[in-house]
T-cell receptor, first 113, second 117 residues
Framework: GDSVTQMEGPVTLSEEAFLTINCTYT??????LFWYVQYPGEGLQLLLK?????DKGSNKGFEATYRKETTSFHLEKGSVQVSDSAVYFC????????????FGAGTRLAVHP | GAVVSQHPSRVICKSGTSVKIECRSL??????MFWYRQFPKQSLMLMAT?????????EQGVEKDKFLINHASLTLSTLTVTSAHPEDSSFYIC?????????????FGSGTRLTVV
């Protein structure tokens, strides 16, 4: 079935380091892809999205490119800040029906000063 | 922006008892609410979808009689874990379709960590 696999955390980085969180998916068809972020004590928030192959989603310095050939949607940021410490979830969604989201397990990021 | 308030954030209960988790949409009407569960180191899994005023639609493998969902109003949906057992210990999170945000707009609650002892 359809699924999302993302790298296991926690990921621990120093401030201003480069971040990559890997995400790959398995899907029959062409889903839309998302990254959600959950800050401590808060709900998940949509960080960025890409709806078709080769699209690049970007927000708050984060980027991810929809790669159909490698079925991947890796999250990157050139210089992380302490405030980026959170749990990041990769997800996919097909159009139609009630738009069910399929999530990965989440990757915890801890950024130290 | 749209907010979904989820309570409690943490709950510990004894085996055999029932626990109710509430999700309220603040300042908007949530016609559809999604309930997810996450076991340690596993994905958030959709348990059920509830529409206001109608019966919830459960995903395959989710026990309807164990996880009772009520969506009696446009601002409140509840999940009751009945006769809880330690294997029900998990992280539960709700999500509502956000108004005016297109097909990709969802607002999530902050989650409830349930521990059954």
């Amino acid at each position: 079935g359809d699924s999302v696999t993302q790298m296991e955390g926690p990921v621990t980085l120093s401030e201003e380091a480069f971040l990559t969180i890997n995400c790959t998916y398995t899907a029959t068809g062409y889903p839309s892809l998302f990254w959600y972020v959950q800050y401590p004590g808060e709900g998940l928030q949509l960080l960025l999205k890409a709806t078709k192959a080769d699209d690049k989603g970007s927000n708050k310095g984060f980027e991810a490119t929809y790669r159909k050939e490698t079925t991947s949607f890796h999250l990157e940021k050139g210089s992380v800040q302490v405030s980026d410490s959170a749990v990041y979830f990769c997800a996919l969604q097909f159009s139609g029906g009630y738009n069910k989201l399929i999530f990965g397990a989440g990757t915890r990021l801890a950024v130290h000063p | 922006g749209a907010v979904v308030s989820q309570h409690p954030s943490r709950v510990i209960c004894k085996s055999g008892t029932s626990v109710k988790i509430e999700c309220r949409s603040l300042d908007f009407q949530a016609t559809t609410m999604f309930w997810y569960r996450q076991f340690p180191k596993q994905s958030l899994m959709l348990m059920a979808t509830s529409n206001e005023g109608s019966k919830a639609t459960y995903e395959q493998g989710v026990e309807k009689d164990k996880f009772l969902i009520n969506h009696a109003s446009l601002t409140l949906s509840t999940l009751t874990v009945t006769s809880a057992h330690p294997e029900d210990s998990s992280f539960y999170i709700c999500s509502a379709k956000s108004p005016g945000t297109g097909v990709y707009g969802y607002t999530f609650g902050s989650g409830t960590r349930l521990t059954v002892v």
